[in-house]
């Protein structure tokens, strides 16, 4: 190793494997699954193909102000069973959930308890053997899946201190705070719609990370093939419409199967033209919104602040503006019916970042 990516993190010393994994549950590395040990060759190996400086830092990382450096990025990487190869993402990852946009503190440390989703895009989805057939919210076997969104969390809990009862004030905590990555379809595996980076401002060929501030996660079964068009746009609708998240107008993300995507395209939908549809009927009245009581007016688009509260007619949308509404494509095929997922935001918004490495 140069002397550019000489480490200087505290080194302990352990007699062997079990006694690192007790030493990472008594000093708080772990969130309670069992971790890898950072060893000098292992994250070495990280920094020597990422070829950036280890004490380079990429931000502040909240809660706790924890200092994000590539060296930091690097061990906790490693001690979720990551590849060398998977540090470009990592660190991608980290810089796109520090964008201000996303509002990393309100995410890790508000009582809704939602989750940083990862979503990968790109070439690299299939140069890294990513999952996103069957399963596609599960690793199902995939190093890629699992150990990068493991990594991301590690991140947060031993950069950004974001630990319940502790910084993290979740009421009910978010499944997702243990590892939560999806990989989209590639084009051409059954994905004829535009990619979700470009979507967001990117190239086809370009690789992205987005990271989505998700608090509900919701399998749902529209039929789309089987029911006729409207009914199946009802059913979306209902089930993003619900009140029990529905106190502003945040960001969602529909997650598509592609057998639902192909059965649209080939009836004339592209993407966006969907989106606008959905997104033109995606209101509730202010006497429904009224029931939920109105909490956590600090939301940038509470419902207060985009219609009439005094107006019981008014109508209070779901979403603001396209961008309000991701369409992402993935997921395994089944019957025309088979489940396809809504996740609904809290604070912050989607932030998409490229991937600055090329994967031959």
Known sequence: MTELLRLTSKVHEVEDLNAFIEMAYEQGWTDGLPVYPPTDDRVEAMLDYIRRDPQEVIGVMPPGEGIATIEKIAINAVMAGCKPEYMPIVVTAVEALLDPRFELLRVQATTAGPAPLTIISGPVVKQLNFNYGAGTFTGTGHRANATIGRAIRLILWNIGYGRPGQMSQATMGHPGRYAYLVAERPPDDANPWEPFHVTNGLRAEDNAVSVFPSVTHYQITPAIGTQTFENSVFVILDSILHLGNFRAATQKMLVLN???????????????????????????????????????????HHWTKVADPTDDDAMVPSMMAPEGLQILVSGGWGSASSQSVWIDSVHGELVTRKIAWTWD
């Open 258 to 300: 592609p057998q639902a995507v192909q059965i649209l395209h080939e009836a004339g939908w592209s993407k966006s033209r969907f989106r606008d549809y959905l997104l033109e009927r995606a209101y509730r009245p202010v006497r429904d919104i009224k029931r939920t009581g109105g909490l956590s007016v600090t939301y940038k």
